[in-house]
């Protein structure tokens, strides 16, 4: 599929003849800035920048971007300007950022690679575009198809493919399942051999995970644990040493009263209506004093948290998540067929769904973010990811919808924006080198129109909002609203196909 698709994404270089030199403010023209070409010099003007790490938003001023990398970041205020000796940057080709706020690029710490949903083709230019136009430039995969993900690693490092720049942690769980410490080694080993970031795990013995988890810090990989309801919870992330844990159960599972969860004799975990029903009932049955004792540990022995708000929003208002307005233009009509409550596509689970069981919803979040807020005072490392392409969530519009649960839990848009940026690249061992607008860090770099510290609505790529101008993905930048378009066009011309082709097995 992508295949056809690589050439028209294939970034074009500038021929030399393009790139004029010019002084700054000069009456020379500016060439236009073609989306998905790399220039060798890009500067990006009178930028009020946020860095990433919390410090006040601050400008104007100019980056200078080189070979992908951010080079120089000059201060343009008055004061700056007068200094004797100040040479404003020139050369290359110009971002006027004037009025807008350029930030790090967006760290999603949750994402699937998908080409299909529910056995229906969606080719996978769809998400990328769709993260690229969200202000994502870096996607861990927690879970896809391992060689598929690989080659996509391998062509959006070369930018031979529009999208993000991609960190693999493939399931450890794949059929045959290691049954047994030996087994678990082997497959670390495997899954290193093959070229894995890091990996993930979920329902998983406590005997399996010690071994695994061992062989993997040896070989230097990091480990992300859907910690579901299960065997393991997160005194044994903290005993192990767990990289982050995704989502939450894990947590307060580990602070039940009495070590299980009230669940009703007919509860089937394997029925989702039971499981999601119930989970929405699990945060209140933990002891708060005990709580406070597993975060502290988690921050003692750096387990982060990516507690994934956004895919779990539709359980505490399933209205507002079917009738999200995008959709009208954008929902690939293999999502939204996924979408459909059905026990045979997971997360679609919203059956005889009720105000009660929203009600429950709603306090499992007060409480989750209560503990959110608690982790992060207490020191921890909080990261964000989506897990879109599951319950209504869209891939990209998922992380920032997430942005703004993190708001609602009480953090400050500063910190929302670190903790979706440089506490991601934190997560992934890459704090230096990506996660800040900072000299010396690669160019992954969002051109925003508007203020997204007042606003984190601004970023939406829809028209209206303000949206994204431009996503600069390792120094390439990508024209935002171009790309919305191209998601338009796979959309509308996915429904005007109607029948939708099966994947053959
Ligand atoms: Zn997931």
């Not at 919390?54 to 007068?82: F, L, R």
């Not at 045959?176 to 970031?197: M, Q, S, T």
């Not at 065997?231 to 580990?254: C, L, M, Q, R, V």
């Not at 959709?327 to 939204?336: G, I, K, Q, S, T």
Request: glycine residues 10%; proline residues 6%; aromatic residues 10%.
């Amino acid at each position: 599929m992508t295949h056809c698709r690589r050439n028209r994404t294939l970034v074009r270089l500038a021929p030399l003849a393009l790139v004029f030199s010019f002084s700054a403010g000069g009456q020379a023209p500016q060439p236009a800035i073609a989306s998905g070409t790399r220039y060798p010099r890009l500067i990006v003007r009178n930028a009020t920048v946020i860095e990433g790490n919390s410090t006040p938003a601050s400008g104007p001023k100019d980056i200078v971007i080189e070979n992908g990398q951010v080079t120089e970041i000059v201060a343009i205020d008055p004061g700056a300007m007068n200094r004797p000796g100040f040479k404003r940057p020139g050369g290359g080709v110009e971002i006027d950022a004037a009025g807008k706020y350029v930030m790090p690029g967006l760290i999603n710490l949750h994402g699937h690679v998908q080409e299909e949903r529910g056995g229906i083709r969606q080719p996978l230019d769809y998400e990328l575009k769709l993260w690229l136009a969200c202000g994502i430039t870096t996607v861990r995969d927690v879970g896809s198809d391992l060689e598929r993900t690989l080659k996509l690693r391998r062509e959006s490092a070369e930018g031979a493919v529009a999208a993000p720049r991609i960190f693999v942690y493939p399931f450890f769980n794949s059929a045959p399942a290691p049954r047994n410490a030996a087994e678990a080694r082997a497959r670390v080993r495997e899954l290193k051999a093959k070229g894995a970031d890091g990996i993930k795990i979920l329902d998983i013995y406590r005997d399996v995970m010690e071994a695994m988890e061992d062989e993997a810090h040896q070989l230097g990989l990091r480990v992300a644990h859907h910690a579901g309801v299960a065997e393991t919870n997160s005194w044994d992330d903290i005993k192990f040493g767990t990289t982050s844990i995704e989502h939450w159960y894990g947590i307060p599972d580990a602070a039940l009263e009495n070590g299980v969860q009230s669940f009703p004799p007919g509860y089937n975990y394997n029925n989702e209506v039971d499981r999601f029903r119930y989970a929405g009932r699990l945060w209140r049955e933990a002891n708060w004093e005990r709580l406070m004792k597993v975060l502290d540990a988690m921050v003692a022995a750096h387990v982060a948290w990516d507690p994934t708000l956004d895919i779990y929003e539709a359980s505490r208002d399933l209205q507002r998540a079917q009738t999200q307005p995008w959709f009208a233009d954008y929902l690939h009509p293999a999502l939204e067929e996924f979408f459909r409550p059905n026990p045979a596509s997971h997360g679609s689970y919203f059956v005889n769904w009720t105000s009660t069981d929203e009600a429950f919803w709603k306090e499992n979040y007060r409480i989750w973010m209560s503990a959110l807020r608690e982790f992060d005072r207490r020191g921890g490392l909080i990261g964000l990811g989506e897990d879109a392409g599951f319950i209504y969530q869209m891939y990209g519009f998922g992380l920032l919808r997430g942005m703004e649960l993190h708001q609602e839990a009480g953090f400050h848009p500063l910190k929302v924006i670190q903790q979706a940026t440089s506490n991601g690249a934190k997560i992934l061992g890459q704090e230096d080198r990506l996660g800040r607008v900072r000299a010396g860090f690669r160019a992954d770099l969002l051109v925003v129109n508007g203020n997204p510290l007042e606003n984190l609505k601004v970023l939406y790529p829809v028209s209206g909002a303000g949206g994204i101008e431009w996503t600069i993905k390792d120094g390439i930048p990508y024209h935002v609203p171009e790309l919305m378009a191209g998601v338009k066009e796979i959309v509308a011309r996915a429904r005007a196909e109607r029948v939708p082709s099966k994947v053959s097995p």
